[in-house]
């Protein structure tokens, strides 16, 4: 049902990760456990409720001030949300470059 992936994304595994996974039809989600919104970014706050209305199959990243908390808590949202694929952003808001960009590969490179 799920494609495997690890307990954790860094912000660049995030970013290359959501272009693919949008490219296949799989939703990507930047969850604030924190009420603290990433700057420069598209982000929802943490709501079970709304969160289970989601595509099968999608995959929710929680992210908190330093990434510990919610790597803390990450089999919690697991048992929380069986139909999709959840994991933790590595350093949380804290380690985000709101400036940092994916560059798309030349051809001629």
């Known amino acids: 049902m799920h494609k495997e992936f690890p ?3 860094t912000q660049e595994e995030y970013l290359r990760n959501k272009i693919t996974l949008d490219k296949e039809g799989i939703k990507v989600l ?8 990433i700057d420069h970014t598209d982000t929802q706050v943490y709501n079970p409720v709304m ?3 989601e595509p099968e199959g999608s995959v929710f990243v929680f992210y908190c001030d330093s990434g510990k908390a919610t790597m803390d808590r ?9 139909k999709h694929t ?3 952003l590595k350093g949380g808001r804290g380690n985000w470059r709101k400036y940092f960009q ?5 051809d001629e490179q």
């Open 7 to 9: 307990n954790e994304w």
């Open 86 to 88: 959840c994991l933790s």
């Open 51 to 53: 969160l289970q209305d």
């Open 30 to 37: 930047l969850i604030d456990t924190i009420l603290n919104p």
């Open 102 to 106: 994916l560059l798309e590969k030349n």
């Open 74 to 82: 990450l089999q919690e949202y697991k048992k929380k949300f069986p």
